[in-house]
């Protein structure tokens, strides 16, 4: 009982700090906004310059939105990832999934061109955007699993992780060989990930994917826990094992695949965040863990958010390679401290 | 009017088992036969590579039946659903569990699983069978312990746990004795012999210590090349089925005593 106890204060500071990081993100930007006017306008009060109300509600608050999602999701969807192959080392990026969102949105930006004008328009809009990139998630992530189940070797399904990215990566290059300057740059933007991006229609679309994702996930919880023990336990207490793990599958492709649409491929936090949470929350139980690694994840992100946008430049560096400065060195950490990573 | 018929919970049919895969079909042993009954606690012994586990494996519903029919508890296997099958019966397997990042009673309190709601809530009912299970396989002080820093021997107590956390009326056990030392392995078969006894249930467990089976089992299962012996173990002496087991040039087997002995 003490232990749910101790659990109920880590989450209130989990909230407290969710809510300190999402005002500092939005205060902090390229313009200086003094924190009372932050205030005033976030909670309908408007501000004294009309320009100030509209980058605080058209860019910052659906920025710090995308980033709560796409941390909370991309690490939800590492956290699923690491148990449903009971690998510590899962990720949506390691395992190639993001990969195969790029491809699938790859496809679409670079193959675009090739339809031309108005065809070519209908394509581009966010929804074929996210259905590209989840469909291309989804494929990878099938492909993955079907090798796991002849290859039972985890190093080797890593490394066959590694090659799908090699394989996109090729794909890629063929595509921009023959695709314009516009397109390809496009595409390169896309690439290097970005929140501040997307619209508030977007922002619906990537709330319906998250949400679509997490329900799946907070269903899953059981057989989540059940999986810890092995696949022969598992169903041993009455796991059906087929439609656990397609729910899972469906879940992490939602997820990982919706966020990249919108976000790019964002690197470490699926499989970095996890084993965070893991160090201050000392339990398996997915119950306690799925909603302390959406927390996590939502702060991450929006932590490196706010460091991407070199608060008063003008400059907002790419939030990949933030997540990977940040993301790289705490996996290292993590396993030169603990020598070994569990799940 | 109270003479019951007696009412079997494991019965084995003319039952082929081994593996399948797309291209071939291995037969690991063929033509069992068998009655298990209610409360009997059956002792599987046997070379290495003989089927045991494949045996254990086929009847927990893990491997697919290549012929004949298994009952369990008069109805076929086949005609259960998972969680109807974890209502009847709970394994112990060799493999250890995929995380080792659980506490015990965490482990111990997946065994519930078939009996919990969709977030695996535990009701006080739950928790006092996960007491009471640990309680009897004397590794409640490890509680709150994690896997990877209790002992392998250890953490096959815990695994017993669990299977009796789930309460059902038949366990299956694969060796569950490796790792235990000499006190803990006669103290677990000793569990297993209360467990029979007293609350009703039915086990079937493998092993390797043959003498301690013989001892404590009501019945026992000798896989041969050629056969399966299934019989008390008195008659099993006296059939001279144990000497059968192994190769007569390195290990004796004395009726008298009941052991193995180097030659």
């Known amino acids: 009982m003490e232990i749910t ?49 509209f980058i605080i509600i058209d860019y910052r608050l659906p920025k710090a939105i995308t980033a709560m999602l796409a941390g909370g999701g991309l690490a939800v969807s590492g956290l699923l990832m690491q148990t449903l192959f009971r690998n510590p080392l899962a990720g949506p990026f390691v395992l190639g999934l993001s990969s195969g969102a790029s491809l699938g949105v790859a496809i679409l930006i670079l193959g675009a061109g090739t339809f031309g004008g108005f065809l070519g328009g209908i394509l581009l809009s966010s929804w074929s955007l996210v259905i590209a990139s989840a469909l291309g998630s989804f494929l990878v992530l099938l492909a993955v699993l079907s090798v796991t189940i002849k290859v039972k070797d985890t190093m080797a399904i890593l490394i066959i992780g590694l ?93 990982a695949g919706g966020i990249t649409a919108f976000a790019g491929p964002i690197a470490f936090v699926g499989l970095a965040v996890p084993h965070l949470t893991r160090q201050f929350f000392t339990t398996s139980n997915h119950l306690v863990l799925m909603p302390a690694v959406l927390i996590c994840g939502a702060i991450l992100m929006l932590i490196c958010d706010t460091v991407a946008q070199l608060p008063f430049s003008e400059y907002t560096l790419p939030i990949n390679a933030i997540t990977s400065l940040l993301g790289a060195p705490v996996v290292i950490w993590l396993l030169v401290r603990k020598r070994k990573l569990l799940f | 009017m109270t003479l019951e018929k007696k009412h079997s919970v494991i019965e084995a049919n003319n039952l082929t088992i081994g593996y399948q895969s797309k291209k071939k079909t291995t037969v690991v042993a063929d033509g069992i036969n068998f009655s298990i009954y209610k409360g009997e606690l059956i002792g599987l012994v046997g070379a290495n590579g003989i089927g045991k586990s494949t045996l254990l494996r086929t009847i927990a519903g893990m491997q697919p039946v290549i012929d004949g029919i298994i009952y369990i508890d008069n109805i076929p296997l086949k005609k259960y659903h998972s969680l109807q099958l974890a209502n009847q019966l709970s394994i112990v397997l060799t493999e250890a569990p995929a995380s080792r990042n659980l506490t015990v009673l965490e482990l111990v309190s997946l065994g519930r699983q078939p009996y919990t709601n969709w977030v695996g809530k535990l009701s006080e009912k739950d928790k006092e069978t996960i ?55 006669a103290y677990v078969l000793k569990l297993l012999k209360t467990l029979a006894s007293d609350s009703g249930k039915t086990i079937l467990f493998s092993t390797h210590e043959i003498d301690l089976a013989i001892q404590l089992s009501d019945k026992m299962m000798v896989m041969t090349p050629e056969t399966i012996h299934f019989n008390t173990s008195k008659k099993l002496i006296e059939a001279g089925c144990f000497e059968s087991l192994f190769p007569k040039e390195t290990i004796q087997f004395n009726p008298e005593t009941g052991r193995f002995s180097i030659k």
Not at chain 1, 199 to 228: D, H, R, T, V
Not at chain 2, 144 to 162: N, P, T, Y
Not at chain 2, 164 to 184: C, G, S, W
Request: with cysteine.
């Open chain 1, 163 to 255: 090659m799908f990215g090699s394989v996109t990566g090729a794909v890629v290059a063929v595509l921009s060989y023959f695709s314009d300057a516009e397109q390809l740059q496009q595409y390169i933007f896309w690439s290097f990930g970005s929140l501040g991006n997307i619209s508030w229609e977007g922002l619906m679309i990537l709330s319906i994917c998250c949400i679509a994702g997490l329900i799946l996930g907070f269903i899953s919880i059981k057989p989540l826990n059940a999986l810890l023990l092995g696949e022969n336990y598992a169903r041993s207490m009455g796991l059906n094992l087929k439609k656990t793990t397609l729910l899972i599958i469906l879940a992490t492709s939602i997820l």
């Open chain 1, 5 to 53: 106890k101790t659990y109920r204060y880590y989450f209130s500071i989990l909230l407290l700090l969710l809510m300190i990081t999402f005002l500092v993100n939005i205060s902090l930007g390229s313009v200086a906004i003094p924190f009372k006017e932050i205030i005033s306008s976030l909670s309908g009060g408007g501000t004294s310059k009309s320009s100030w109300q």
């Open chain 2, 131 to 185: 007491h009471s299970a640990l309680q009897n396989t004397e590794t409640e002080t490890l509680a709150h312990q994690k896997c990877f820093e209790i002992s392998d021997g250890q953490l096959q107590r815990v695994m017993i746990a669990r299977a009796l956390a789930q309460d059902t009326p038949l366990i299956l056990l694969d060796e569950p004795t490796t790792h235990l030392d000499m006190y803990h392995r």
